[in-house]
């Protein structure tokens, strides 16, 4: 095997059985399940590497390149700051503008799901737009996105759908101030939950932890935001709502003027994700309150 120089980013093993060789090759198939069309390419070839180059992937313009390192396999996601990444895979090159990266160490296995989900939404972003004729006043119209429906309570009507994008459309459709408080509750549920998945269910944001199902949602009322833990009784200290009909199921009513306990609430939101949530059947049936 080749001795690479050492820190840098560019060496790579020649040994297939290299524990760096067979990451790279898992994390490269997951590359082209998730987008079939992707085009990869060896680039940078210079000496330092072999002239061998860096494998890049590209899909209307440059997703992620994949390097070896002595101890981690490196996959660098050219905009990946601009991406969703509920399951926090980017795990350094955190401070850069544009960039992050997932650093993988040997015996560490990847969220396959999570992986493909951000590759497929790093094409997606650079997907074109086909331009549309339109007249100037349909232009203007088509100019200002349709606002969400406010149903009773001002609570915003949002289809159902898996993945983040729903949830933060629900978020920035919340009135008011309430829309900053979504903003605040997304924030901490996601620092403080690994494997995160979100939907839209009902219209109201879900959250759940993947193979485990749901702990968590939220539904805006005329005064208040509900947060709604659907094992709330499993939790300690309970949360404060509940009545004898909620079953499970236990509540936090947030007001205007409430000061949020933020080290509280995470420590309920770790405990309802580390035990089986809800199995997401209709409220009406399994008896989960939103």
Known sequence: MKRQAKGSGSARTEESGDW?????????????????????????????????GVPAWSHGGLICT??????????????????????????????????????????ERVNERAFKALV????????????V???????????????PVLLSGGNPQIAKADGDAPVQAYIGA????????????DAL???????????????????????????LSLHVLTRYV????????SLKPLPPGGTAKSKESRWLDIYEDDELDEKQLAKWIRQAAA????????PKGGGVPL
């Open 133 to 147: 004729k339109t007249s100037a006043r349909a232009s203007r119209k088509s100019a200002e996105p349709a606002k």
């Open 20 to 52: 760096r060789v067979k990451t790279l090759a898992r994390m490269r198939a997951l590359i082209f399940e998730a987008v079939p069309a992707m085009i990869e390419e060896q680039k940078w070839k210079k000496p330092s590497n072999g002239m061998k």
């Open 120 to 131: 497929k939404a790093a094409v997606a972003q650079l997907a074109p737009t086909a331009p």
């Open 66 to 107: 994949g390097e070896t390192y002595k101890q981690v396999v490196k996959l660098t996601f050219a905009r990946g700051a601009t991406l969703p990444d509920p399951a926090r895979l980017f795990n350094a090159s955190l401070e850069g503008g544009t960039r992050r990266a997932i650093d993988i160490r040997e015996g």
């Open 174 to 185: 919340m009135p008011g101030w309430k829309s900053a408080l979504g903003k605040r509750l």
């Open 226 to 233: 509900k947060v709604n833990f659907f094992r709330g009784r």
């Open 189 to 215: 549920i996601v620092r403080t939950t690994p494997r995160l998945r979100k939907a839209v269910k009902w219209n109201s944001p879900f959250y759940g932890v993947e193979g485990q199902g749901w702990f």
């Open 275 to 282: 035990i089986p949530g809800w199995d997401g059947g209709s």
